[in-house]
Nanobody, 123 residues
Protein backbone atom coordinates (compact mmCIF):
# COMPACT_ATOMS: atom_id res chain seq x y z
CA UNK A 1 0.00 0.00 0.00
CA UNK A 2 1.29 3.43 -0.94
CA UNK A 3 -0.28 6.56 0.49
CA UNK A 4 0.17 9.98 -1.09
CA UNK A 5 -0.88 12.96 0.98
CA UNK A 6 -1.47 16.34 -0.59
CA UNK A 7 -3.25 19.64 -0.04
CA UNK A 8 -1.02 21.26 2.53
CA UNK A 9 0.18 24.81 2.24
CA UNK A 10 0.25 28.23 3.82
CA UNK A 11 -3.00 29.63 5.13
CA UNK A 12 -3.94 32.52 7.37
CA UNK A 13 -5.46 31.94 10.76
CA UNK A 14 -9.19 31.35 10.42
CA UNK A 15 -8.81 29.84 7.00
CA UNK A 16 -9.51 26.35 5.71
CA UNK A 17 -7.67 23.58 3.93
CA UNK A 18 -8.64 20.17 2.68
CA UNK A 19 -6.03 17.47 2.71
CA UNK A 20 -6.26 14.40 0.53
CA UNK A 21 -4.66 10.99 0.89
CA UNK A 22 -4.73 8.77 -2.17
CA UNK A 23 -4.03 5.09 -1.72
CA UNK A 24 -2.56 2.82 -4.35
CA UNK A 25 -1.07 -0.62 -4.59
CA UNK A 26 -4.05 -2.39 -3.16
CA UNK A 27 -7.48 -1.45 -2.03
CA UNK A 28 -7.76 0.08 1.41
CA UNK A 29 -11.55 0.05 1.52
CA UNK A 30 -11.48 -2.38 4.43
CA UNK A 31 -8.76 -0.48 6.28
CA UNK A 32 -9.19 2.03 9.05
CA UNK A 33 -7.62 5.28 7.94
CA UNK A 34 -6.19 7.98 10.12
CA UNK A 35 -4.72 11.44 10.00
CA UNK A 36 -1.94 12.36 12.39
CA UNK A 37 0.15 15.47 12.70
CA UNK A 38 3.56 16.30 14.05
CA UNK A 39 4.73 19.76 14.91
CA UNK A 40 8.40 20.59 15.22
CA UNK A 41 9.78 19.22 18.46
CA UNK A 42 6.57 17.44 19.38
CA UNK A 43 5.29 13.91 19.22
CA UNK A 44 3.04 12.71 16.47
CA UNK A 45 -0.58 13.10 17.53
CA UNK A 46 -3.88 11.78 16.32
CA UNK A 47 -6.17 14.11 14.41
CA UNK A 48 -8.94 11.83 13.20
CA UNK A 49 -9.78 8.29 12.19
CA UNK A 50 -12.39 6.69 9.98
CA UNK A 51 -13.30 3.04 9.77
CA UNK A 52 -14.13 1.11 6.64
CA UNK A 53 -17.78 1.63 7.46
CA UNK A 54 -17.41 5.36 7.83
CA UNK A 55 -17.41 5.67 11.61
CA UNK A 56 -15.30 8.64 12.60
CA UNK A 57 -13.39 9.38 15.76
CA UNK A 58 -11.65 12.53 16.95
CA UNK A 59 -9.67 13.41 20.04
CA UNK A 60 -11.51 15.95 22.13
CA UNK A 61 -9.11 18.69 21.08
CA UNK A 62 -9.94 18.15 17.41
CA UNK A 63 -13.72 18.01 17.63
CA UNK A 64 -15.51 20.77 15.80
CA UNK A 65 -12.87 22.03 13.36
CA UNK A 66 -11.68 18.88 11.63
CA UNK A 67 -13.71 16.45 9.54
CA UNK A 68 -12.44 13.20 8.13
CA UNK A 69 -14.17 11.47 5.24
CA UNK A 70 -13.42 8.82 2.67
CA UNK A 71 -14.36 8.00 -0.89
CA UNK A 72 -13.80 4.30 -1.35
CA UNK A 73 -14.46 4.50 -5.09
CA UNK A 74 -11.43 6.79 -5.34
CA UNK A 75 -9.42 5.09 -2.58
CA UNK A 76 -9.01 8.52 -1.06
CA UNK A 77 -9.37 9.91 2.43
CA UNK A 78 -9.88 13.58 3.15
CA UNK A 79 -9.34 15.88 6.09
CA UNK A 80 -11.30 19.10 6.03
CA UNK A 81 -9.76 21.65 8.37
CA UNK A 82 -11.63 24.82 9.26
CA UNK A 83 -10.94 27.79 11.51
CA UNK A 84 -7.27 27.01 11.44
CA UNK A 85 -5.00 28.33 14.16
CA UNK A 86 -1.25 28.89 14.23
CA UNK A 87 -0.94 25.95 16.62
CA UNK A 88 -2.30 23.69 13.87
CA UNK A 89 0.97 24.19 12.03
CA UNK A 90 2.50 20.76 11.51
CA UNK A 91 3.27 18.05 9.03
CA UNK A 92 0.09 16.06 8.50
CA UNK A 93 0.35 12.35 7.79
CA UNK A 94 -2.22 9.87 6.61
CA UNK A 95 -2.01 6.29 7.71
CA UNK A 96 -3.73 2.98 7.06
CA UNK A 97 -4.37 0.18 9.52
CA UNK A 98 -5.12 -3.35 8.41
CA UNK A 99 -8.62 -4.64 9.14
CA UNK A 100 -7.46 -6.96 11.93
CA UNK A 101 -5.69 -4.24 13.89
CA UNK A 102 -6.76 -3.57 17.44
CA UNK A 103 -6.39 0.13 18.18
CA UNK A 104 -6.71 3.31 16.17
CA UNK A 105 -5.32 6.09 18.33
CA UNK A 106 -1.58 5.55 18.37
CA UNK A 107 0.90 5.75 15.50
CA UNK A 108 2.34 2.29 16.09
CA UNK A 109 -1.07 0.75 15.47
CA UNK A 110 -0.92 1.74 11.80
CA UNK A 111 0.76 -0.29 9.10
CA UNK A 112 1.27 2.16 6.25
CA UNK A 113 2.13 5.86 6.17
CA UNK A 114 2.11 8.61 3.63
CA UNK A 115 4.99 11.01 3.26
CA UNK A 116 3.31 13.91 5.00
CA UNK A 117 2.13 17.29 3.83
CA UNK A 118 3.09 20.53 5.56
CA UNK A 119 0.40 22.85 6.84
CA UNK A 120 1.51 26.28 7.95
CA UNK A 121 -0.97 28.63 9.58
CA UNK A 122 0.12 32.23 9.87
CA UNK A 123 -1.21 34.60 12.50
Amino acid sequence: VQLQASGGGLVQAGGSLRLSCAASGRTVNSYTMGWFRQATGKERELVATITSGGTTNYPDSMIGRFTISRDNAKSTVYLQMNSLKPEDTAVYYCAARRPWGMGVSRPFEYDYWGQGTLVTVSS
